[in-house]
């Protein structure tokens, strides 16, 4: 049988394979009812050793330390399922990809899944695993070389064609070729209407290139594409705030913040990450954003010493700061430090730019300008391999060109500020026309 990235899956019939085609649209389009198709296909096939990887694996892509050992569960469910019948290479890859992730090699992960691609370039949901992967650990330029090597084999009639599209314009986007991702984002959303991911790809071009009137109205015009997403629908409010901000409505940002970006006080480190980003934006624009730091840092406390993605790290360190929790940022410096001394991939991370960032972050909380440029500015070359996009690490690009200018470190922070804008296709935000006038008049130099 066959699923719908026109790949054979070894299911008995056709409920479910209908069931495992539920969990492939869900993944590809960020909806709510993914764990429900996931979880009534197992209910029915318990063998379906792709079923049990492909849990394990949505379990590593949480981000948290507590679903380790449901992630190492399904691994070892997998293989009695896989020991028990023949299964296809394609299944057995996705469980390579949960063995070698759970190892602490995710680039491993990443191979497993691209030899899958190898064999069946259609297989969409396996494109947009080692898609999500490589987000993960900031390898832009790999997912764009993975979405492109099975492009061709998304034709028109491809059921899946307008998600991989959604995945190529990021990928574009991530690269710098921003007219180009606007246009595959915006094609691929009139092959797959409920693409959230596509759709915020072109909001993304829209926020890299200083286009705020455009990108609020792409949003507000595809409500369909992200509302009913899961807790995606966050992130694409919060591109909506950055987009306000962009525009000077800093109070409007601060109201989709309490409305619509934590309305459910989550603990999911997407959602954390939303919240401390603007949180911190907004304060760097002058705006006091009161208590709310406070429900932030209690659930950051707890992740502590999760330890699973840097990136994650730095967001809740942003809300311990925000909440002046003392003890705790002492606890993840000391965490930081111990994992730095150990080998693998995700401690190589910690050790480079995790340690200059932490303590970068940490001094500018505290007043310390000069630390925290010299520390940041020290992180910056590493910084895109922790993960995430360009504008979810926008927020340490800000913070280190706003101690630079409080530090009195002028010349290199006009260095940063036009590296920026040179990653933004030369393009001043409002950000950067601020800070570049900021700059000017700490020289005393005439206004532009």
């Not at 070698?100 to 899958?116: F, K, N, Q, R």
């Not at 954003?289 to 730095?314: H, I, T, Y």
């Amino acid at each position: 049988m066959t699923d719908i990235c026109e790949c054979p899956v070894t299911l008995p019939d056709a409920t479910a394979v209908a069931h495992w085609n539920g969990v492939i649209h869900g993944l590809l389009s960020h909806g709510t009812q993914t764990p429900v198709h996931l979880g009534r296909l197992m209910d029915a096939v318990p063998e379906f050793a792709m079923g049990h990887a492909a849990r394990g694996l949505f379990c590593l892509m949480t981000g948290r330390a507590e679903v380790l050992p449901a992630a190492h569960d399904a691994l070892k469910a997998a293989r009695a399922a896989q020991a028990g019948q023949e299964i296809t290479a394609r299944e057995a890859g996705w469980i390579d990809a949960l063995a070698h992730w759970l190892d602490g090699s995710p680039t491993a992960a990443i191979a497993a899944a691209e030899a899958v691609l190898r064999r069946w370039p259609s297989d969409t949901v396996t494109a947009k695993l080692s898609h999500g992967v490589r987000f993960m650990i900031g390898d832009s330029a790999g997912m764009r070389r993975s979405v492109e090597r099975v492009m061709d084999a998304h034709g028109p009639d491809h059921a899946c064609r307008g998600y991989l599209m959604g995945c190529h314009a990021f990928t574009l986007e991530e690269t710098g070729d921003y007219a180009r991702a606007e246009a595959v984002g915006l094609e691929g959303l009139t092959h797959a209407h409920d693409d959230a991911w596509g759709l915020h790809a072109v909001a993304h071009v829209h926020d890299m290139t200083a286009r705020p009137d455009e990108g609020i109205a792409l949003i507000e015009g595809n409500v369909d594409a992200w509302s009913g997403s899961n807790n995606f629908r966050y992130h694409v409010w919060w591109h909506k705030a950055l987009l306000h901000m962009d525009r000077g409505e800093i109070d409007l940002a601060l109201g989709l913040y309490d409305a619509q970006i934590r309305a459910d006080k989550t603990d999911d480190y997407r959602d954390i990450s939303n919240a401390t980003s603007l949180l911190m934006r907004l304060e760097l624009e002058g705006m006091d954003v009161g208590k709310r730091w406070e429900e932030l840092a209690d659930f950051s406390e707890n992740r502590v010493e999760d330890g699973c993605l840097v990136f994650a790290d730095l967001h809740y360190l942003l809300a311990l700061t925000g909440a002046q929790r003392g003890d705790a940022q002492e606890a993840m410096a000391a965490r930081f430090a111990r994992d730095a001394a150990k080998s693998g991939e995700m401690p190589a991370k910690v050790e480079d730019p995790g340690l200059a960032a932490l303590a970068g972050l940490n001094a500018f909380s505290e007043g310390r300008y000069d630390a925290a440029f010299s520390q940041l500015k020290a992180a910056r070359p590493a910084m895109p391999t922790i993960g995430g996009s360009h504008a979810q690490r926008d927020v340490f690009e800000r913070m280190t060109i706003d101690a630079g200018l409080r530090a009195g470190r002028y010349d290199a922070t006009e260095a940063i500020l036009k590296d920026r804008v040179a990653l933004r296709g030369g393009t001043y935000d409002r950000f950067a026309a601020t800070r570049l006038d900021r700059l000017n008049r700490a020289r005393a130099i005439p206004a532009q």
